[in-house]
Every structure is written in C-alpha cells, then in structure tokens.
C-alpha cells in the first residue's frame, strides 16, 4: 500500500488497455508474467494491474514510481522491453497512458 504521505514526490502513471479481439487471454497471461516483476523494481511504490469485470479485453493499470527517474528506469527493464513491448503491445487494439502527481 502506497504511503500517501511519503510519496508526494512521487510519480502516478495510469493506463488504459484494450486488447484485440482473440487476444485478451493472451494479453492476461503475458500480464500475470510481467507484474510481480514491475512490483519488486526499486522505484516501484505501487504497481497494480486490473481486468474489467464486464469487458475482458479492457485492462486498467495504476502505477506510482518514487519519481521520474524510477518510472524511466521501469521502462528500459528487459521484462518491460521483452513482456511489454515485445509481446504485449502489439496485441492491443488500443493504449491509453497518463502522468499524475499527487495533490
């Protein structure tokens, strides 16, 4: 659980996902090998990964990095180069990413 208090410096990206059609299985899978992985990075305060309840295909992630550093360090790791970019992305219909900070 993410310490509001102590991450206020902190970087929140959110993403939304939307997997092509036949590919949400394959999506999932390639999902559940990626984030333990994501979740033990160093700069890694949170890293959560959500399927929709009523669209299997949608995918929410919410993820908080210590700082921007971290978050660009996440995305040189050779899970997030091989996982995500390698096998997951070109299987999306559609992808969705934004930066936040806490208030």
Known sequence: MVDVKSANGGLVVTAFWEAKA???DAVLDILKR???QAQREPGVEAFQIHQS???PAKF???EVFRDEA???A?????????LIQGEALPR?????????RFV
Do not use: I, V, W
Not at 74 to 82: A, I, M, N, R, V
């Open 22 to 24: 036949g590919e949400a």
């Open 34 to 36: 990626f984030l333990p």
């Open 53 to 55: 309840l009523t669209e």
């Open 60 to 62: 929410f992630f919410y």
């Open 70 to 72: 971290a978050f660009g």
């Open 74 to 82: 996440h995305q040189q790791t050779e899970h997030f180069k091989t």
């Open 92 to 100: 999306l219909a559609k992808r969705e990413r934004a930066q936040h």
